[in-house]
């Protein structure tokens, strides 16, 4: 089904995004590996899809402040901003810990990979960045994967059972340590690695991180040199 309205697809969830892994493939790795029945409107990059689907998305609320991911669920309530997306899941699925404690553990995980991100995705996709761009945030990513290393330790997922914030990070660590292996190396995260190739041996993760369902990783430009 791609249908760019109609509350449900086959009774099931309906994701739109652009045609990039950037702010959906989480989803995307929840949807997947929990075996949800979904499909997935995906706008190419450098076409008129967005921006004709935009209004008319906007005209019936399904988008509240004009951007994606948005997320419609079997019930038909329309989900837009990444994190609260991955929340609802959360929620709704069971995957969101099991008291308080772990409910505010969740959080603070999801908002300190955000940290993360938003460094990365302002510095390495901004107009240009320098040698020195590059070194102060592979510093600044190893500070902040060295606090996930110790608080995983030697379970097997953050909560202890898996969670939605176990996608959020494992989709991060995967794209930094992509773009280069010293964002995060094996001998200062053993924990963070093991967690990374565990997850990624999962039935239903695997089956899809092999297929051609999965978008190709979208490397930046190579820095600048310093001036």
Known sequence: CLALFGA???QGYHLRYFAVRGLGES????????KLDFVETRFALGT???KEAKPLL?????IRFGQVPQLT???GLSIVQSKAIMRHLGRTLGLYGASEEEHVLADEITDHADDIRKSYY???YGKSYTVSDKK?????AATKFGQLEALLKDKQYFLGTISFVDYIVWDLFDTLTS???????ASATPNLHAFHKNMAQRGNLAAYLSSDRRLPFRAPAEPSADE
């Open 27 to 34: 989803i995307r790795l929840l949807l997947e590996d929990q």
């Open 48 to 50: 008129d899809e967005w």
């Open 122 to 124: 302002n510095t390495l």
């Open 8 to 10: 449900v697809c086959a």
């Open 179 to 185: 773009w280069d292996s010293e964002v995060s190396p």
């Open 58 to 62: 906007q005209a019936n609320n399904t």
């Open 136 to 140: 102060k945030l592979l510093e600044t």
């Open 73 to 75: 669920n079997p019930d």
